[in-house]
């Protein structure tokens, strides 16, 4: 608990209480998975929902779950000799840490310029505009005060039932969102995006479309907090939208197909949202295959003669097999990291002793693209996460493994031993950082639109703090980082593909693929050097961004 | 449809790749690349030959069709053409009969880029399935029957 005893001199306590919008369940969770996932007492979870007496009990999808004030003190400075104040406010962390400043930065970033606006309007831009702060703030972050001005720039551009329709929007899927700051960001980002396209492809990146992306960045993919990163990057989405911007009209007429269909035809829990999302992601993992002015001649060819891009004929038939699942399944078979925290081991494993690097790429792709993560689950016969590592079903007769096999080959190692043959003296040979490097660029890369290179960590803590510092803008904007640590002469590649503020200070989202295990290690760990993996303690190396 | 079968690209492509609706006539990326996939396997074409024309089809859209070209409407330059019929010199294509008679049906229908790229797409899926039937075993008369 970080509540706040007393107050810095020059500053006043405060005791607040702060209301929340009621939470959406998940198909399947209880009162008491939401009162883990929120980070609040059950009793005062359940003293909110009289309605719900067994905090065991399945709740619907969907269903509303009261969640109760949380307490907390202000520190309000005192008036400054020039007549200013500046307010610190802390309260009882919810989900994340809220130490935020409020006040200014809460507040517009200029004037509201509502011209001739009705009253009804000038009120729903102010609570539109209110409503992202919040959720913003609850999620332990800010907007800075170029982006509040884009937005109130969004919304004083819109006025009757469209500015009603985005206010609607806000206050259902962003305000609410772990991701809230990601969200506002792309929807701001794809705003300006839509403003500077030419007429003819305009209407490609219409509200709907708009609202389709912010949303796959805001909506998590799981309850537990592993799980609280969005469906999409913010840089992904921005991907998705330059590819749906200078795809062929042929490629776009599918796409637009692909969109409308999601969800149909299918199971109950199917979540046309989530097929979407994942639809548009794969798009944006194909972006320059679908570019036509970045795609390579064969794709050129297939536009010329009137034909989809094989890129886009790959996202159809992804679309297709998708279509209509439950959305808890869509999302687990979207990953390879374990997202639930359950406790249970699911996150893919390294099959050969010296295979981290290999795995870490092949996570690193799965996370980017959907259709090669669906794709490892249905070669990985045996399960992403085998019953027995060491099983020779698991090894031998795999095709996870066999993958691995190939890219280490592929980077010129030659001598691998299986996992179970950890008493040998000798492990066979792990990657070197330009071996790491190149598999990142030739597997990776063109799925996720950049390329990598490594940047090895400075002695000292200051190298470290500014690592840590690159790595979390990385992490921020939806981006997964492989990164070399080390102990002693031993080297491990792990991946980090998360970043949040907790109660426990700033901790990043660790999978290993020795034990297959997805974690969170707080900073401070990594400033000391005792990043706890594979039951060691490791000293973070270098990262792949 | 057993003239569409025959897998003699005299006979399909004998109005062109296009319909008069301005698809491309059903086939091209399908049957009758498979028949075409059959004949090069008969004809012990292997894989790395069919790679490198196909290489070789791609290099000349690098060298020849430029920035200009936006919908493959445009005509082939004189040089793009020249280079077009030197494909025919090819030793894959020399040695294949099934190639030559591509080719051959092909070079009145092949104008433009867009004209090009039909062929192109024939080709490269006939190397996609030729690909297939390479890991299939090839059954003797007697076990057909």
Known sequence: ?545 | MAEQLSGDPAIYLRDGFYAADGSMREGIDGEHSLALAYRLRSEGLSLDGLDSLLQAVGDIVDAHAGNDVETGEEPISAGGMKAFDQLGTRPEVTRSAALTSVLSAAHPWVRTWRDYAALAIHLERARSQLALLAVWPQFTKQERS
């Open chain 1, 1 to 545: 608990m970080t509540q706040i005893r007393s107050c810095p001199p020059g500053t006043a306590a405060q005791v607040t209480q702060q209301q929340h919008e009621p939470a959406k369940a998940i198909r399947g969770q209880t009162l008491k998975d939401v009162a883990r996932v929120r980070n609040v007492a059950l009793r005062d979870l359940q003293a909110a929902n009289p309605q719900i007496r067994n905090p065991n009990q399945k709740l619907r999808a969907g269903q509303t779950v009261n969640l109760p004030p949380t307490r907390g003190v202000i520190c309000k400075a005192t008036p400054t000799a020039s007549g200013q104040s500046d307010t610190i406010e802390r309260v009882r962390p919810n989900l994340f840490a809220q130490v935020t400043r409020t006040g200014a930065d809460t507040q517009p970033a200029r004037a509201w310029q509502h011209g001739n606006a009705t009253p009804a309007d000038r009120q729903l831009r102010e609570s539109a505009f209110n409503d992202v702060m919040q959720g913003v703030r609850n999620s332990g972050a800010q907007l800075d005060a170029a982006d509040r001005a884009r937005l109130q720039g969004v919304l004083e551009g819109q006025s009757g039932e469209q500015l009603a329709k985005t206010a609607q929007f806000f206050k259902q899927h962003v305000a609410g969102s772990p991701n809230a700051l990601q969200a506002a960001r792309t929807f701001l980002d794809l705003k300006e995006k839509q403003a500077k396209l030419p007429a003819s492809v305009a209407g490609r990146l219409n509200d709907e479309t708009i609202q389709t992306l912010t949303r796959a960045v805001a909506d998590r993919r799981g309850p537990a907090l592993a799980g609280a990163k969005g469906i999409m990057g913010q840089q992904q989405a921005l991907d998705a939208a330059d590819a749906i911007a200078k795809m062929s009209p042929k490629d776009h007429t599918a796409l637009d197909g692909l969109l409308r269909s999601a969800g149909t035809g299918g199971a109950r829990g199917a979540d046309p949202q989530t097929e979407r999302a994942l639809i548009l992601k794969a798009v944006a993992a194909r972006r320059d295959r679908i570019d036509t002015e970045k795609a390579g001649r064969w794709e050129t060819l297939r536009r010329w003669a009137g034909r989809n891009t094989n890129a886009m004929n790959e996202v159809s038939a992804y679309a297709a097999e998708i279509r209509g699942k439950p959305r808890e399944e869509l999302l687990k078979k979207s990953t390879t990291l374990d997202l639930n925290e359950d406790a249970k081991d699911e996150a893919l494993q390294q099959r050969w002793l010296s295979s981290c690097g290999a795995t870490v790429t092949q996570m690193a792709r799965a996370e980017a693209d959907p259709i090669y993560a669906l794709d490892l689950h249905k070669r990985a016969a045996e399960g992403i996460h085998p019953e027995k590592i060491t099983s020779y079903e698991a090894v031998h007769k795999s095709q996870v493994a066999d993958e691995q096999k190939k890219m280490m080959r592929e980077a010129g190692v030659r001598s691998l031993r299986s996992r179970g043959q950890e008493s040998e003296s000798y492990w066979g040979t792990n990657l070197d950082t330009d071996d790491k490097t190149k598999l990142l660029n030739s597997h990776v890369a063109k799925h996720t639109n950049k390329t990598y290179s490594y940047k090895q960590v400075e002695a000292g803590r200051q190298g470290l703090e500014a690592a840590l510092n690159r790595i979390d803008g990385n992490l921020r904007r939806g981006g997964d980082v492989p990164v070399l640590l080390k102990s002693g002469d031993e080297g491990h590649y792990v991946l980090l593909s998360d970043v949040r503020n907790t109660r426990d200070g700033v901790k990043y989202l660790v999978t290993d693929p020795w034990d297959g295990k997805t974690t969170w290690v707080k900073r401070e760990d990594f400033l000391r050097g005792q990043i706890p993996v594979t039951g060691g303690s490791y000293a973070l190396r270098g990262s792949f961004e």
